[in-house]
T-cell receptor
Framework: QKEVEQNSGPLSVPEGAIASLNCTYS??????FFWYRQYSGKSPELIMF????GDKEDGRFTAQLNKASQYVSLLIRDSQPSDSATYLC???????????FGSGTQLTVLP | GAVVSQHPSWVICKSGTSVKIECRSL??????MFWYRQFPKQSLMLMAT?????????EQGVEKDKFLINHASLTLSTLTVTSAHPEDSSFYIC?????????FGPGTRLTVT
């Protein structure tokens, strides 16, 4: 069974700190990995996607992928109160292009 | 880029009526669109995968005769909730995928009275 697991949190960090969000997946054949941010009452917003092992940086966000460990993470540097949201890890396995979501990690950045 | 719109953003309808929700990719073409439903404080639930020019693929437990999906063009998919009942009240969200990554519309909040 294809599963994506995240710590549900809540995770609290002070403003300006680095927030680290983690995700593991069970299907070793997974090939595409995504991080979405969802504010309460809103739809998910794509933050990062990563396909290859290693790090991918975009502004304050860095996605890290380790396929051998079946692990993907998201680092948010210089966290801001506006980063407070639920972060969803999602994975594509196989040819159906369907996303398998984790249950999400609720992040609170304290001013 | 990669903007997806939905219309309407919210709708209230009476039990037994039908409601149509439109999903458009504004700046890219999407051969595949997806429809999700989300209840309060719950995860996104995939309802169906919509492919342009072919029948939608519904997830287990989703009634295809109740949730009609039409993917008429590379930029438009519609979801029609037929004979709506109060238990259909939810947040319906579409997404479109130019490649593997999916971009979500803003969602449609449906309330059935």
């Amino acid at each position: 069974q294809k599963e994506v697991e995240q710590n549900s949190g809540p995770l609290s960090v002070p403003e300006g700190a680095i927030a680290s969000l983690n995700c593991t997946y069970s299907d070793r054949g997974s090939q595409s990995f995504f991080w979405y941010r969802q504010y309460s009452g809103k739809s998910p917003e794509l933050i990062m996607f990563i396909y290859s092992n290693g790090d991918k940086e975009d502004g304050r966000f860095t996605a890290q992928l380790n396929k051998a460990s079946q692990y993907v993470s998201l680092l948010i540097r210089d966290s801001q109160p506006s980063d407070s949201a639920t972060y969803l890890c999602a994975v594509i396995s196989g040819s159906a292009r369907q996303l398998t979501f984790g249950s999400g990690t609720q992040l609170t950045v304290l001013p | 880029g990669a903007v997806v719109s939905q219309h309407p953003s919210w709708v209230i309808c009476k039990s037994g009526t039908s409601v149509k929700i439109e999903c458009r990719s504004l700046d890219f073409q999407a051969t595949t669109m997806f429809w999700y439903r989300q209840f309060p404080k719950q995860s996104l639930m995939l309802m169906a995968t919509s492919n342009e020019g072919s029948k939608a693929t519904y997830e287990q437990g989703v009634e295809k005769d109740k949730f009609l999906i039409n993917h008429a063009s590379l930029t438009l998919s519609t979801l029609t909730v037929t004979s709506a009942h109060p238990e259909d009240s939810s947040f319906y969200i579409c997404s479109a995928a130019p490649r593997d990554e999916q971009y979500f519309g803003p969602g449609t909040r449906l309330t059935v009275t």
